[in-house]
């Protein structure tokens, strides 16, 4: 009797420690919202900047075309780690009034302004910035 209560001890333990670890998994989506296979270029002001995790968001006042009417546009891109340590971003590459150019996956519902940033380029100094930690990677960095 005593063996089993110990295996069941075990049993639960090892259990416990699997739902555990996988807990921050669950809070995690895709990125099927983002129509990927679609690049729409958004010209604009930056509004505000959210520097936090899981992902950090920017929010731009900008149009697509000339024939739109400005309005304000969700834009998401990985977490801050992640930016900073392959995508050479900081928490001041861009700024509340910066003026840029971004090139996005646009959201699949095409009635909300929104998608994943692909490129960012500040308009008055021509710097570009990319999210994407498959762009910068170097070769051999398996």
Do not use: Y
């Amino acid at each position: 009797m005593k063996s089993f209560t110990k295996m069941g001890l075990v049993v639960a333990g090892v259990a416990l420690a699997f739902t555990a670890a996988s807990a921050p998994l669950l809070a995690h989506h895709s990125a099927s919202m983002f129509d990927g296979s679609k690049t729409v270029v958004l010209t604009g002001t930056i509004k505000e900047v959210r520097w936090t995790n899981p992902h950090v968001t920017l929010l731009v006042n900008g149009k697509v075309s000339e024939a739109d009417q400005d309005a304000d546009w969700l834009l998401e891109m990985s977490s801050p780690s992640n930016l900073m340590r392959v995508s050479n971003w900081s928490r001041t590459s861009v700024k509340v009034g910066d003026h840029v150019k971004v090139q996005m996956a646009p959201l699949r519902d095409s009635t909300a302004r929104g998608g994943n940033l692909k490129t960012l380029t500040l308009t008055d100094t021509g710097q570009s910035f990319t999210p994407n930690i498959r762009d910068r990677e170097e070769p051999g960095l398996e």
